[in-house]
T-cell receptor, first 112, second 112 residues
Framework: GDSVTQMEGPVTLSEEAFLTINCTYT??????LFWYVQYPGEGLQLLLK?????DKGSNKGFEATYRKETTSFHLEKGSVQVSDSAVYFC???????????FGAGTRLFVKA | DAEITQSPRHKITETGRQVTLACHQT?????MFWYRQDLGHGLRLIHY???????NKGEVSDGYSVSRSNTEDLPLTLESAASSQTSVYFC???????????FGPGTRLTVL
């Protein structure tokens, strides 16, 4: 069945460091891919998404490119801030499917 | 503003008791979902609904039930709470045909 694997955390970075959180997926067909973010004490909210191969999703300085050849959707940010500290979830929804499959989440700590 | 709310935000109960967690959304979304979030597992789908009177089991539905009598609400009931059901529960909703989900703030449930 469909699945999402993302790097284990926690990831600890200093402010202004470069961030990469790896995400790979297994799916039949052509899924839509998502990154959701969960700030402390809150529910998840959509950060960005991409719906087809080679699409780049971007928001708030974060980017991720849908790579079908490597079945990946890695999240990147050039310069993180303390306010980016949160848990990041990679997710997919397959075409014709009704459910969203979430990865286990990666916790990010950014130190001032 | 339209929103999705959950109540209570925190609940402590005893083994064997029936517990109901409320979820209410004002977006008039057709689709509603219940997830549980546990360390190391990310989000796992408990039940979901695509409209009034429609309910479906997710991957971890044992011991849980839902009912959908109107568009706005999808209450989650634990018929006989068990310690294994200690978790954080998230409700989410989405528009018909759209893949982005909108999450509530979560309910932290402790079963003693």
């Amino acid at each position: 069945g469909d699945s999402v694997t993302q790097m284990e955390g926690p990831v600890t970075l200093s402010e202004e460091a470069f961030l990469t959180i790896n995400c790979t997926y297994t799916a039949t067909g052509y899924p839509s891919l998502f990154w959701y973010v969960q700030y402390p004490g809150e529910g998840l909210q959509l950060l960005l998404k991409a719906t087809k191969a080679d699409d780049k999703g971007s928001n708030k300085g974060f980017e991720a490119t849908y790579r079908k050849e490597t079945t990946s959707f890695h999240l990147e940010k050039g310069s993180v801030q303390v306010s980016d500290s949160a848990v990041y979830f990679c997710a997919l929804r397959n075409t014709g499917g009704f459910k969203t499959i979430f990865g286990a989440g990666t916790r990010l700590f950014v130190k001032a | 503003d339209a929103e999705i709310t959950q109540s209570p935000r925190h609940k402590i109960t005893e083994t064997g008791r029936q517990v109901t967690l409320a979820c209410h959304q004002t977006w008039n979304h057709n689709n509603m979902f219940w997830y549980r979030q546990d360390l190391g597992h990310g989000l796992r789908l408990i039940h979901y609904s695509y409209g009034v009177q429609d309910t479906n089991k997710g991957e971890v539905s044992d011991g849980y039930s839902v009912s959908r009598s109107n568009t706005e609400d999808l209450p989650l009931t634990l018929e006989s709470a068990a310690s294994s059901q200690t978790s954080v529960y998230f409700c989410a909703s989405s528009r018909l045909g759209e893949d982005t989900q909108y999450f509530g703030p979560g309910t932290r449930l402790t079963v003693l």
